[in-house]
């Protein structure tokens, strides 16, 4: 079997199990879901929706953000970790926005990774949800996932990953998939404990010892 054919079953058999997944962050706004992003690093979704709706609604515009200080953010998000860091790029990222980009959120992985604190899983995530542009969001989920059923070499760099997997999944398949391969790690394919007997996958995993 050819990674591409590998990797048109694996696109079926978890189309099948999560046919409606989307991004878990909640956004209203493009710039909001730039923000919730990168407080997501080293920080669960859930978490960031519960700091998200306050922040927000004392910084409502990319403009508001601009004109904080980033202890003014870091009082929002202390519970995200590593608060003090992502208050000054998400503040730091709204001024380039506001300057550089004509508040708005580029649509380019090229432009969004100039912005402070924006790698390619980021930028691929925006270009991807927000503009509809083909796009693989390589978290650590889907690290793991593509890597034991054999879609990647196992490598955990994240723009390894992103390239192999663009090698085989066709274009427009690759951000439904990115989503559904971290739905199916944070259910089934978990780190420590995978759930492999529960798996519609595991005939052609390669991690699943029969």
Not at 30 to 56: M, W, Y
Request: proline content about 5%.
């Amino acid at each position: 079997m050819t990674k591409k054919e590998r990797a048109k079953l694996v696109i079926n058999g978890l189309r099948e199990c999560y046919p409606d997944v989307k991004c878990a962050l909640i956004y209203n706004k493009p710039h909001e879901l730039l923000i919730a992003t990168r407080l997501s690093a080293q920080c669960t979704d859930k978490r960031v929706n519960l700091v998200t709706p306050a922040l927000f609604e004392r910084f409502p515009d990319i403009n508001s953000f601009a004109s904080a200080e980033p202890d003014d953010v870091a009082e929002y998000i202390h519970s995200c970790g590593l608060y003090k860091t992502k208050a000054t790029d998400i503040v730091m990222m709204c001024r380039m926005l506001r300057d550089e980009f004509g508040g708005k959120v580029p649509d380019s992985i090229d432009e969004l990774v100039k912005l402070p604190g924006v790698g390619r899983k980021t930028a691929n995530l925006i270009v991807g949800d927000l503009y509809g542009k083909p796009a693989f969001v390589c978290d650590t989920h889907v690290i793991r996932v593509s890597g034991r059923l054999g879609l990647t070499d196992g490598s955990k760099d994240a723009l390894k990953v992103e390239k192999q997997l663009r090698a085989v999944v066709p274009s427009d398949e690759g951000l439904m998939l990115c989503h559904r391969m971290v739905w199916h790690g944070r259910l089934v394919c978990s780190a420590r404990a995978p759930k492999c007997n529960e798996c519609t996958l595991k005939d052609i995993c390669k991690y699943f010892v029969r």
